[in-house]
């Protein structure tokens, strides 16, 4: 399983584009990369999903580069409940029986 | 997206007793789903793989007799913490995959379980 590794935490202020990233430099072909959100006492909530390049949906931006070693999720104008908790994985979309190995994830406090 | 549920959302109980945390997939079949448990201030930790219809998978470290998972249909797995103690105290969660479209989708997460032992 390919380990990731993350900024354990990050300051921003409302308003601000944030951008959090992930060193995944053992990641395997069929590997997937996916971002997760946490808030205190919830189960982690889907962010977006890629395999390379970038992905864009309503919350957020993955950009991945072409030696898929590493990636960036991208949060457009942040506000106070995006503080939470992000964790980076990555995993083989093609098995259902692929466990998903989380690592320290990034602490995320947005200030006003 | 797809719902996975648990139950209880947080119990109490004595020190030696066991407790059964419920997990369901409600809106899709999921013939695998995984336990983890997180800690304050803590990452999530894998604990198991459940299978639907056969025994689950432990990570290791994790006491399989301490720990009985059950996952008796494609829409329930069962997590039971025997005997349980003040460190068995953390926050539980299981997910599942989701198939459709012919491939997988992203993992979906329960709303956790607070157990707390006194």
């Known amino acids: 399983l390919a380990k990731t590794t993350q900024p354990i935490s990050m300051d921003s202020y409302e308003g601000q584009e944030v951008n959090i990233t992930c060193s995944h430099n053992?990641?395997?072909?069929?590997?997937?990369i996916t971002w997760y959100q946490q808030f205190p006492s919830q189960g982690p909530r889907f962010i977006i999903q890629g395999y390379k390049t970038k992905v864009t949906n309503e919350v957020a931006s993955l950009f991945i580069p072409a030696d898929r070693k590493s990636s960036t999720l991208s949060l457009p104008r942040v506000s106070l409940s995006d503080t939470a908790v992000y964790y980076c994985?990555?995993?083989?979309?093609?098995?259902?029986?692929?466990?998903?190995?989380f690592g320290t994830g990034t602490r995320l406090l947005v200030s006003p | 997206g797809a719902v996975v549920s648990q139950h209880p959302s947080w119990v109490i109980c004595k020190s030696g007793t066991s407790v059964k945390i419920e997990c369901r997939s409600l809106d899709f079949q999921a013939t695998t789903m995984f336990w983890y448990r997180q800690f304050p201030k803590q990452s999530l930790m894998l604990m198991a793989t459940?299978?639907?219809?056969?025994?689950?998978?432990?990570e290791q470290g994790v006491e399989k007799d301490k720990f009985l998972i059950n996952h008796a249909s494609l829409t329930l797995s069962t997590l039971t913490v025997t005997s349980a103690h003040p460190e068995d105290s953390s926050f539980y969660i299981c997910s599942a995959r989701d198939y459709a479209g012919g491939s997988y989708n992203e993992q979906f997460f329960g709303p956790g379980t607070r157990l707390t032992v006194l």
């Open positions: 053992n990641i395997a072909t069929n590997d997937y």
């Open positions: 459940s299978n639907e219809g056969s025994k689950a998978t432990y």
């Open positions: 994985l990555v995993g083989d979309m093609n098995t259902g029986f692929q466990k998903l190995v």
